[in-house]
């Protein structure tokens, strides 16, 4: 009894050391799994920082290229925006090491101006000097048109530095190559700074697009007293508040020939509108056009509101801005058509007879009611053309296409 009960221990003791030994070696196995998951959790990190450090730097070069992208009135692209965009890229560190930007000069390599298309997320290079087209196509014409050059793309890199592994070169790997890329669009005015629009008059989008939806300067426009809303309004009065406060004559007044919007404007939101004729605000706005004297359209900067059926509610939504030329306000009853001008930018007319002399004024700039009808010789109305020529950015990237480009680009990728 005695001898086997021995024999029971000593099976029993080498049985704890097997089970003592098995603990010590999955014990082993999984430090060297816990130690690998911290290397690797280390070295990610790492790289993430590194990574975040070279997105940071093409942001800036993408958006300071695309900030000088056009000319200072916005005729043409720059050619200087890639040297811009591939300096600022150049300014940034990853690690206390400059970060690298393969450039050496053109439209190639790492620094690239271009087409962004938001229908296919895409950056097209494209070299073209040439100047925007911005007429008589619409907002989704432009963003399938690669030859509308809006955008620039920089790349950097850690090559000839790779960013170093702290724990993975156990497992062979001493250092990461690593490079990032972003987008910088620069597409239409929306958010408008202060001081960038000049009068508070908003002009309907309805009344400036074709059929086609189209941006279109062939047809001149009136504003006249809103007394029929369906035919009538193709802009009203504005006091530029967001969120919308009445628009009334005590609120639009200060804004008449002054500095224009004293607060930021932002695209897609409502701002304080409305429709009709304040008088007292009218006379303010003729007296600035004087037109006793003005012999040359009054080109102004505008804000593009949402009429449809040619409304203008309380409370219009903001989509853009436009630059117009106003080349007649009539401000009294005029029944003899004696105020007709005589003159006016590239149009003048000897015609004694005021009546046919209106006649061939709207014939010239082919003015016409939001009816389609030629625009009636009218007391208390702006007449106004929608300018095509080119005009200096404003404003932050966000709203349609009016013509305005906009100043401040926004990162697509």
């Known amino acids: 009894m005695l001898r086997a009960i021995r024999r029971r221990k000593g ?6 050391g097997r089970q003592r030994g098995a603990v010590i070696i999955t014990f082993a196995a999984l430090l ?37 992208l056009y000319s ?18 150049l300014e940034n560190i990853s690690e206390n090491v400059p970060v690298e930007v393969q450039w050496t000069g053109g439209n190639t390599g ?31 014409e432009l963003d399938e048109d690669p030859d509308f ?8 890199r850690r090559q000839q530095t790779p960013a170093l592994s702290f724990f993975a070169r156990i497992f062979g790997y001493d250092s990461f190559e690593m490079q990032r890329e972003s987008v910088a669009y620069i597409g239409f005015s929306g958010t408008l700074a202060p001081h960038e629009v000049d009068q508070p008059i908003a002009i309907c989008k309805e009344s400036i697009l074709n059929p086609q939806g189209e941006y279109d300067c062939s047809i001149g426009r009136m504003i006249n007293s809103g007394n029929n809303p369906a035919t009538s309004n193709t802009g009203g009065w504005t006091n530029f508040t967001q969120p919308c406060q009445t628009a009334n004559p005590p609120s639009v007044s200060p804004y008449v020939c002054s500095t224009g919007n004293t607060e930021m404007l932002f695209y897609g939101q409502g701002m304080g509108t409305t429709g009709g004729m304040q008088d007292n605000v009218f006379r303010q706005l003729a007296d600035c056009f004087d037109p006793a004297h003005r012999v040359e359209p009054w080109q102004l900067t505008l804000p593009v509101i949402e009429c449809p059926g040619n409304n203008v509610s309380n409370c219009s939504r903001l989509v853009g801005a436009v630059t117009v030329s106003i080349v007649w306000i009539q401000r009294d009853n005029d029944p003899d058509y004696s105020d007709v001008p005589y003159r006016m930018g590239n149009w003048s007319s000897t015609e004694p007879n005021g009546q046919l002399r209106w006649a061939d004024f709207v014939n010239h700039f082919n003015l016409r009611n939001a009816d389609g009808n030629p625009a009636p010789w ?25 013509g305005v480009l906009a100043k401040i680009p926004v990162l697509v990728q």
């Not at 200072?72 to 890229?89: F, K, L, M, R």
């Not at 208390?380 to 404003?394: G, M, R, S, V, W």
């Open 149 to 156: 050059i809006n955008a620039v793309r920089v790349r950097t």
């Open 110 to 140: 790492d620094v690239e101006r271009g087409h962004w298309s938001f229908a296919t997320r895409n950056f097209t290079p494209n070299s073209s000097l040439d100047p925007p087209d911005l007429w008589n196509k619409t907002t989704e």
């Open 11 to 16: 099976r029993d003791s080498r049985r704890r």
């Open 378 to 402: 009218q007391m208390k109305a702006i007449y106004f053309l929608p300018d095509c020529t080119y005009h200096e950015p404003a404003g932050t990237t966000g709203g349609e296409n009016f």
């Open 72 to 89: 200072a009135d916005g005729s043409s692209v720059n050619p200087n925006a890639n040297q811009i965009a591939y300096e600022a890229a």
């Open 32 to 68: 060297v799994v816990i130690v690998s998951f911290m290397a690797l959790a280390i070295d990610l990190a790492h790289l993430f920082v590194v990574s975040n450090e070279l997105k940071n730097a093409a942001d800036a070069g993408a958006l300071a290229g695309a900030r000088f």
